[in-house]
């Protein structure tokens, strides 16, 4: 089908290379247009406004932040004035407080908003095997369906309101937040007890508590690959700080989301900006006197 | 061969039962005799003390707590008192400080300790399904490792310090507390956002965080099924204090840990004596606001 | 001396009427005019816009949040449209950002900022007893002293950057919350061990701890004196989250943070949004079991 | 009036000697003699064992912990051996559990328990300005009263149970830790946002928050005066493990403990053993990336 494709990040790009495979037809928009060339050689239409790409009827928009989607929506050029009757199908993870306005902008303006954020690295958005949580209503998620069998390996519907599955994708990074926190305070007794890390996590994993996350931020901590960061340390405390403030708006106290912040937040403290979110480990270890 | 077993609760009866089967001849000893009766019809030779089950050369332990494990091996009629010889297999959840006092004793009486605590429940017992976690001088642990095929699907060796498979036990029970408070605080701001847990639940354990821990305590909190309990809040914080004494002996800031063992004594102080540990979750979302 | 003055909710009104008091030439502006009336008897001239006000040369602000101090120096008929020389005295608990982007656009515009936040409530604006925490350039603060001295028991200068004032204000609103927690803790452990809460205050307060805010918030838990609030609960959740986001930005883990905002949430979430913010002390009680 | 002393370290010795100057007839015993000979010059009677102490009819002990205090009451020559009629007052930091087992001891033998810990540093004991909190049997307070003038600027007398005041003063170390980090973090965030922790503990303490640990471990903060340690910050961490003990037993969640002792944890692992319970204050510095 004709779709628009609006950011070609590391992500996006996998995304929309997907969507090209998969045999649709795809315009594609970036802020920094050099990055669409690429996708032009494998076939990809590269429009000059994401309004423009929108003109598919149905577009999809992965980016980095609240700032960078409501740009795209709301700013000059952008989807709401170049194709108000397009359906917008937002993969970014953004606020919910965000979601719920795109929401309310696209009904005014004749169309809908599909919330669709997607749990998965940029290699897994390349060979179609992300996890697509998507939320909205019912006809639009149909619509939608074609593209999301095009980049992923599952599809969750979460319910019929966008935000709701912005939300479970904050709740996802929560959950990689804590784990990591878990992980790191577990290792540390361990390590300072006698029991290398190695050890510590192949008995984890082993029994129990094995699953990918578990696997990937374990052996993060135990080979302490924190650097080049896969997800630097900001971006995770910008994520944190949107399951805050969704926290905060719905009254619903989050103890551990406190804890791992602030190891976050020490981490960017003491060993940069550049470190990986996964470093927060770093200030669990420190803290016990170990390396 | 030839082993004493000693101790036939809910955990020791199954063991006892699996190493029965698969042909190893046991000589069981419990305090209240009535639950030895059974096994004496399995085939099991019963014992009158602690000391006479470990007459066999090795005897395994399976009690309920520090207190317990103790009077089996320093007490009348003990392990040292009847077979100061005697390899002794201890497979109790108990603290780091009593393991270490244990080796120490039965290395001065001539013989040996192996911990060899375990992942699982009464059901994997007795279907032999058991994760062992073992830490022994390696002699000692192929000693035994025989019982430990006859009763479990997989070891682990984690050292050759007995104490160091106590404190991987205590740091797999602080990850099953740490999971419980993460799913409830995950699900609880999902709920007030209007996703079910269930619904949640789904989309974590069918993405990147499914693990028999995350299922299965997950499961708990979807269903409210706090009672009656499967292991009650009351062990569950004890073993969370073990978890602590080991901490706060080896220098380990453990805060996850801090908050798990708040959530835990708010359900008691509330809900009562009664409740299974993962009801932790319902301070969570009785914090939030709801039931 | 000449001055504007803006703003005339609880705590504004007692200010401007300290002021006219100590002799000043007062000109205020409300939101609400009709407020302002009283002042008007008491020979305040009403100004018809913010901007109007600060014709005075040096104008003083106290409004309610972030919000209301933008509208009122960026907004139409504000400060800086209507008299961008003036000097702007903001004595409102604001973000760390708005006063930097305040005393640039201040700057700019050929004046300056001086931030003055209070400690206080109403009754000690009324009766000049304020404490009031400045910060800004030498000769600005000179200029400002003579208000100051009107106002206020005794001024602090704590340096040459307005935010500084404003990070030092947040800094305390941080201890008012921080010893709420601590006393309700330490009252709850007494009052199950059988100690009374008037008791323990009286032993804490009577020896080394006794501070006025150990006293009035230890006489707010004693008594249970949460409705009517002095301060209601949201806006105390408002001013920890700019202590939160004053923390992120400097990359400062502030546990005790946490914890505080969490039973604010907590009891905002239970007992409504009416509350006054010293009751977060009955989240704590209500986790021990206690009404 | 005739009263033994047991336990002359650096409170014991400075309470004696006030008991001395108050003209009471002392006969003091400590396990190194050396320490009472000082005390012998100025009229005391040296015992050679606690019970022999206790045989002047009312007897008070301020020893280290627990272990002390059980050894000097239950142990060979002790109280309850040498005069079990004696009235024992005891002034120990020691655990509620502690105090409820020697009430009863007491009871049994014929006798009674006051307990009397103090708030106070050793040159308040020898100026007699402690703070004592008593409980136990009006009578026997009563009786213990002229002690309590002698050594004390000010007696608060809190039940008629006497782990209510062993509880009392665990509540007054609480919050004697939950004070140095609560401002340890609201010094952190100053000096990070460019204010000088001297200028912001002026303000606070001479503003709202102002008591006299505020301004003593405030001070501490401020001069990082951690070497010599006035109260080592194992002794605290053993202080810190009887609140817990007491909190866990009475089922009350204390997150602020919590944190206070991971921090506390964390500067004995990276400080070392020597360093002042304060230093809980550098743990928070730390995860700043101050110094």
Same mark, same amino acid.
């Given at each position: 089908?004709?779709?628009?494709? +609006? @950011? ?13 495979? *998969? ?10 247009? !050099? ?15 994401? @309004? %423009? ?6 577009? /999809?928009? /992965?980016?980095?932040? $609240?700032?960078?989607?409501? &740009? ?18 937002? /993969?970014?993870? #953004? ?13 005014? !303006? ?13 290699? *897994? ?18 619509? *939608? ?11 969750? +519907? ?16 929560? /959950? ?11 290792? =540390? ?23 990918? #996350? ?14 080049? !960061? ?17 926290? &905060? %708006? ?9 804890? =791992?912040? $602030?190891?976050?937040? &020490?981490? +960017?403290? +003491? ?21």
């Amino acid at each position: 089908m004709d779709v628009g494709f +609006i @950011g070609l990040g590391n992500m996006g790009f996998g995304i929309a290379r997907s969507l090209l495979r *998969a045999g649709h037809t795809v315009t594609v928009w970036n802020r920094t247009a !050099a990055k669409a060339e690429p996708l032009g050689a494998d076939g990809a239409t590269i429009a000059s406004t994401p @309004g %423009e790409a929108a003109k598919a009827g149905i577009v /999809m928009s /992965m980016l980095a932040d $609240d700032h960078a989607v409501a &740009e795209v929506v709301f700013g000059e050029g952008g989807i709401l004035a170049g194709a108000p009757e397009a359906l917008h199908v937002s /993969m970014s993870t #953004i606020s919910v407080a965000l979601a719920k306005r795109m929401a309310d902008a696209h009904a005014e !303006a004749g169309s809908a908003l599909v919330s669709a954020p997607v749990f998965g690295r940029p290699a *897994a958005a390349e060979s179609a095997k992300l996890f697509v949580v998507a939320a909205g209503e019912g006809s639009h998620l149909d619509r *939608a369906a074609p593209l999301f069998d095009a980049v992923g390996q599952k599809s969750f +519907i979460v319910g019929d309101a966008p935000y709701e599955a912005n939300l479970v994708k904050l709740a996802g990074n929560f /959950m990689i937040a804590g784990t990591t926190e878990m992980l790191a305070e577990a290792m =540390a007794l361990g390590e300072k007890g006698g029991v290398a890390r190695a050890k510590l996590l192949e008995v984890l994993a082993g029994t129990l508590f094995g699953s990918p #996350i578990v696997q990937n931020y374990g052996g993060y901590i135990r080979d302490e690959a924190y650097l080049p !960061a896969g997800f630097a340390a900001p971006l995770g405390l910008k994520d944190l700080r949107l399951v805050g403030e969704a926290a &905060e %708006e719905l009254r619903v106290p989050l103890p551990l989301l406190g804890i =791992a912040r $602030d190891h976050l937040l &020490e981490t +960017i403290a +003491i060993d940069g900006e550049e470190i990986d979110w996964s470093a927060l480990a770093k200030s669990v270890f420190r803290g016990a006197g170990l390396k």
